[in-house]
C-alpha cells in the first residue's frame, strides 16, 4: 500500500511537471528571445495575464480554444511591440517599462475581462495516455495538453535558430555587443522589437493555457507571478532553450508536490509545499550566484 | 612598383559638433597600395575625420570621392560595401562567440540557415592565405589583446576589404607583435592587396612602415608629405605647433630607502576561480618605480584589481608601511596608498559625474570640500579649476561629466587627483595607453616628480620602452610569475623577450 502511494506521488509529480510547467516553458522561452536580444522584458507577467483573458475571452465568444490561443499570442504580440518601441528611446530603462507594462496589462486585463469570469469557454483538448490505468490519479496525471509538445518543441527550434541560422545570429550579436551590430550593419532596434514581439506572444500562449487548461478558468489570481518566475528561470538556464524547458519542468514539478501528496492523503504542510516554486525560485537565485564575476551565458549587453 | 593612383580622397570636410569645430575643411588623399599614418594629438580630429570616412558621422561639408568619383557614405554598411573596413581600437568582436563565429557572422552574404561545419572548413582554407594564423573554435574571451588585434584584421581581410583603417594598431601590442602585425599588413600593401589608412602617434611606426604621412592639430590640416621627406623632429614639430613638452625630470637617489610596500607570497584567482597570481614576493621602496613588464593577460590586471580593493586575494599579505594593508578608506588614507589603474574611466571614475566631483571623489566629505556633513561647492570647484589648469586637463568646465572626455584628458583628471595629494605608494597601470606623447612626457614627468619626492612605484605596464624609460629596476610577469628581474640599464631584450614570451 505504502508502495503503491509512492508511485503514485511520484507520476502525479511527474504528471504535474508537465501540466504546471508548460506556461513557465512558453514564458521562459519568451523571455529567453527577448534577453538573447539584449533586452530583458519583466512585462511578460502581463502578457502572460492579458494573454490568459483574451484567450478566454475568445475561445468563449468564438467557440474555438485554438483562436483563442491565436488571439492569446496576437495580445503578447502588441504588448511585445510596445515594450520594444518604448524602449528604442535614449535612457529608457527597459526593466522599469517592463514593470509599467505589466501593471498596465495585468490591470487592462482585469477590466475587460471582467464580463468572462463567470462564463465557461471550450478549453483545450488534451492528449490522454493513462487509459490503461485504473487509477484516476495516473489517468489525471497523463492526461497531457497538445500545447506542452508546442512548447517541448520550441525549445530545440529555438536553440536552432538561435545558433543556426541568420537571424538567429543577428540576434545573438546584437544581445551580445551594440557596437558589434553596429560594425556588421544589423539594425539593432528592429532586431530587438521583433524579439520582443515573438517573445512576447510565447508568453500570450503561455497565459491563455492557464485560463483554456490548466486550472482552465479565467480569474484574476491566475497567474500568481508565474511570468516574474520564469525571468528567474530564464538566469538559472543560462540563456539557454533546452535549459529553459527542463528549468520549467522542474518548477512545474515542484508546484505539483502539495497537490501530488494531497491526493494519497498526505495533507501535512499543503500550503507550505504550494510555496515551493517561490522558494525553489529564492534557492536558485542563491546557489546560481556568482559573486566573483557575471554568469556565463549571460548576454553580453548586460554586463555593460 | 607603387601605383600613384588615389583610391580614396576626402576634399575640404568640414565637421562642427555644438560649439567645437571638430574638422576644420581637412583633406587627404590615400594613394592605392601604400600605408598612409594620420598622426595627431588627442582631440586633433583623426577619430572624427575617420568616422566621417567610414558612414559613421556625415561631414557638414567638404567631398568624399572613393577612386575617383563622388560618393555619399550615409551608412557604416555603405562604407563596408565599398569595400572600406576599420578596426578600431575597442574591438568590436563579440567575447562570448568564436573566432570563426565572428568572422562568419560579419559576412554580409550569410545565407538564412548557417552549416557551422562547412563554413568553419571554407574558413579554414582561406585562412591558409593569411597572415595570422588562429584556432577558429577558439572563443574570442579567451584571446590575448594581440591575437584579438590579428583576428580584427583578419576579419577584414576576409571580407575582402580594400581600404583598411587601423586605430591605433599597435597601442595593445608589445614591442615585436606590433612590428610583426605592421609588417605583415606593409607587405600586404607592397602586394598590391590593400591601401592602409593607420592613426598613431607612434613616429617609430610611422617612418618604419608608413609610405605617406598627414598631420592633423586641433581639427586643422598641417601637412601632407611622404615619409622619406620628414623626420620625427619635423613631425613632432607639426602635432605639438611650437609647444614645448614637459622634461623629464632629474632622478634624484635617496638616502635612505625604507620599504614602503611589501608584498608577500600574494596569491588571486580571476573570476573562473584559477590562479592567476601565484606566491608572488615584491617590495618597493621609497623613491624607487619598479617596473612590472609582460604581455597583458598575465595576471597585471588581478593584481592591480587586488591592490585597489576590487577584488579579494587567495592568500598572502600586502603590507603598507610594515602594517598589514586591507584596501578600506580609512587605511587608503593613512598609508597614502593610491592607484592609477588602467580605463580609469571605468576603473577609477563615476563616469556620468563631473569632472570636479570626479576630482574630490577620494576626500568629499572630508575638509575642505565638506563641511557639517554638507558639500561645500565652492571649495570642490575651487580645487577642479586649479587641478585642471596645472594638469592641462582639456575640457569645458568642471561641470562637465567626465566620460566626454577624450581619453588621455581622463588619465590627467585622474592622475592629477592621486598625484596632488601627498602620495607615498602609488601603483599604476600602464599610465600612458593610447595616449599622444605629449601627454605622455607630461605624465611621465609627473610621475618621476613623485619619486623624487619619496613616493613607492609600483609601475605596472605592457609597454616595454615605457618600463626601461621609468624604473629603477623592474621585473617581468608570465603566468602569474616574477620570473625575472634586472634594471633598465643590465636589461639585455633578447632574455627579456624571452621571458615576456613565456620561455
Known sequence: MQDVSFW??????????????????????????????????????????????VGYAVSYLSGSPWLGVLAAAGSGCVLGILHALLCQHKRVNDIAVGIALMLFASGLAFFYGKPFIQPSAPRLPSLEFGEWSSSPVVRAALDINALFFVGAALAPLLSWFLLRTRWGNAVRVVGESGDAALAMGIPINRVRLLSTMAGGAFAGVGGCYLSLYYPGSWSEGLSSGQGLMAVALVIFARWNPMYCLYASLLFGAAAALGPALQSVGINWGYYLLNAAPYILTLVIMIVTSDRRGTLSGMPGEFVK | MKQESVILEAVNIGKTFGDVRALDTISLKLRAFTVHALLGENGAGKSTLVKCLMGYYRPDSGQILFNQKEEIIESPQRATRLGLGMVYQHFTLIPNMTIAENIVLSRADLPAVIDWDAEIKILQEKMAQMPFQFELRRLVRDLSVGEKQKVEITKQLLLDTKVLILDEPTSVLTPTEADEVLGKIHQLTQQQQLTVLMITHKFREVMKFADHVTVLRKGQFIGSAPVEDVNPQILSDMMVGGESLSKPPQRETLSDSKIKLNIDKLTVHNDQDLPVIQQLDLKVAQGEIVGIAGVSGNGQKQLVEVLSGQRSPQSGEIQAHGQNFLPH?????????????????????VGSLSVADNIVLHKFNEAPFAKWGLLRRGAIRRRAMELIQQYRVRTSGPDQPIAALSGGNVQRVVLARELAQDVSILVVSNPCFGLDFKAVADIRAQLLQARNRGAAILLLSEDLDEILEMSDRFYVISGGKLVHHTTPAQANMNTIGQYMAGH
Open chain 2, 329 to 349: 578608506q580609512n587605511s587608503i588614507r593613512q598609508h597614502k596608498f593610491f592607484c592609477l589603474p588602467e580605463e580609469p574611466l571605468k576603473n577609477a571614475c
Open chain 1, 8 to 53: 503514485t506521488v511520484i507520476i502525479a509529480v511527474l504528471g504535474g511537471a508537465i501540466r504546471v510547467g508548460t506556461p513557465f516553458i512558453f514564458v521562459s522561452l519568451g523571455e529567453c528571445l527577448t534577453e538573447k536580444s539584449g533586452r530583458i522584458n519583466l512585462g511578460l507577467e502581463g502578457n502572460l495575464v492579458m494573454g490568459a483573458m
